[in-house]
């Protein structure tokens, strides 16, 4: 079984529509687009890892890793203001 094979497709998908949500909900200037797929697929990208790492250690509890992970996504992107008439985080 090839796990690559029928994962990749899916955290690509889940990049792309992150994505889309960041830029539907997001004011990110110029060049928002290319910056909401790089934040998309960063984010899908750092809590497979994470999980993956997670999973395999269990180096703390659940609640600890996930309040790190927000902790380190609510840089930028907390900053960033809502779209005007768009649907807001």
Do not use: T
């Not at 797929?37 to 890793?65: F, K, N, T």
């Amino acid at each position: 079984f090839d796990v690559g094979k029928h994962s990749i497709p899916l955290l690509r998908r889940m990049g792309e529509e992150l994505a889309q949500v960041i830029e539907d909900r997001l004011d990110l200037g110029p060049g928002g687009q290319q910056l909401a797929r790089v934040w998309g697929h960063g984010i899908v990208g750092m809590m497979h890892a994470a999980g993956d790492w997670w999973l395999g250690e269990r180096p703390c509890s659940r609640a600890e890793l996930v309040r790190s992970l927000a902790d380190l996504l609510w840089g930028r992107l907390a900053a960033a203001g809502d779209k005007i008439g768009g649907p807001g985080f």
